[in-house]
Nanobody, 117 residues
Framework: QVQLVESGGGLVQPGGSLTLSCSASGSITGLNAMGWYRQVPGKGRELVAVRFSAGNAIYHDTVRGRFSISRDDHQNTAYLQMNNLNPEDTAVYYC???????????WGQGTQVTVSS
């Protein structure tokens, strides 16, 4: 079992920045991926950014160059730095942890990000 606690959401003006944090605890071993998916009402969750324990990362095309994901594996915490935010980034952001070996994944509780003037 892996437990995920995320924080950092809030209200920010267009063009502003925000940083999300996700702290993992429990049975964290082996190859894995940590990152965020986001969801707006009526649509499915879409990948925002994920960084693997091996070091490589993937980004959604709409956030590449604006968002940056990093990991502090000593604390089992991932960070998503979001820059140049626009209203289309408004969504609930869910932290995700997935084992590369077993494909079992876990979700955080979600945090609301609202970009508005």
């Amino acid at each position: 079992q892996v437990q995920l606690v995320e924080s950092g959401g809030g209200l920010v003006q267009p063009g502003g920045s925000l940083t999300l944090s996700c702290s993992a605890s429990g049975s964290i071993t082996g190859l894995n991926a940590m990152g965020w998916y986001r969801q707006v009402p009526g649509k499915g969750r879409e990948l925002v950014a994920v960084r693997f324990s091996a070091g490589n990362a993937i980004y959604h095309d709409t956030v590449r160059g604006r968002f940056s994901i990093s990991r502090d594996d000593h604390q089992n915490t991932a960070y998503l730095q979001m820059n140049n935010l626009n209203p289309e980034d408004t969504a609930v952001y869910y932290c995700n942890f997935r084992s590369v070996i077993t494909s079992i994944e876990y979700w955080g509780q979600g945090t609301q990000v609202t970009v508005s003037s």
